[in-house]
């Protein structure tokens, strides 16, 4: 019964390389998204999609891709990291219906030096 | 522009008495409002929701109240326990088809001294 998968859980990047996060879930969920999360900033949406083979921008999408070719994988691409992009990254599932939680990976924590 | 928002960073309360933990809304859209709960190096957890069409919903020692003229949810939590100890955080949707996204706050860290 995993949930929601993220991985790696750590990362320390040089300012300038790209990397991949991957989440996962077995749940059949239509809805992912990406957060990030920062001190006295809350969760902010970076990207999410509502089914697979769509991806829409969320508040803050600059400096990020993603990709859902399958339903229960959603990917975020840094593809030249700043240090502005260390924060803790979550990804989250939910059914496409009304009223329904977000279910939540345990966090990336993720250092760009 | 913050549409949800927190004004308590944190919160301290004794065990055995009332937590309230509160959350402001701009956006009048909002019809759908989530609590999480979140502690250290671990994602947020669900822990109770309410619909606009309703002003309270409980869920054993947790109550959530909405006052959708105000703009303002409240979360409730009684008797507090020290594993109640966390980070929580207010969320809200736009639950129309098609735009179920959440917006969260940024957070209330709640500590409950034994």
């Known amino acids: 019964n995993a949930g929601v998968t993220q991985t790696p859980k750590f990362r320390v990047l040089k300012t300038g390389q790209s990397m991949t996060l991957l989440c996962a879930q077995d749940?059949?969920?239509?809805?992912m998204y990406w957060y990030r999360q920062d001190p006295g900033m809350g969760l902010r949406l970076i990207h999410y999609?509502?089914?697979?083979?769509?991806?829409a921008k969320g508040e803050v999408p600059d400096g990020y891709n993603v990709s859902r070719l399958k339903k229960q994988n959603f990917l975020l691409g840094l593809e030249s990291a700043a240090p502005s992009q260390t924060s803790v990254y979550f990804c989250?599932?939910?059914?496409?219906?009304?009223?329904?939680?977000?279910?939540f990976g345990q966090g990336t924590r993720l250092t760009v030096v | 522009d913050q549409q949800v928002k927190q004004n308590s960073p944190s919160l301290s309360v004794q065990e055995g008495r009332i937590s309230i933990l509160n959350c402001d809304y701009t956006n009048s859209m909002f019809d759908y409002f989530l609590w999480y709960k979140k502690y250290p190096a671990e994602g947020p957890t669900f822990l109770i929701s309410?619909?606009?069409?309703?002003d309270k919903n409980e869920d054993g020692r947790f109550t959530v109240f909405l006052n959708k003229s105000a703009k303002h949810l409240s979360l409730h939590i009684v008797p507090s326990q020290p594993g109640d100890s966390a980070v929580y955080f207010c969320?809200?949707?736009?639950?129309?088809?098609?735009?179920?996204?959440?917006?969260f706050g940024t957070g209330t860290r709640l500590t409950i001294i034994p």
């Open positions: 749940m059949n969920h239509e809805y």
């Open positions: 989250a599932s939910n059914f496409y219906r009304r009223n329904t939680e977000a279910f």
């Open positions: 969320a809200a949707s736009d639950s129309n088809f098609g735009n179920e996204k959440l917006t």
């Open positions: 309410i619909s606009s069409i309703k």
């Open positions: 999609s509502v089914g697979e083979g769509t991806t």
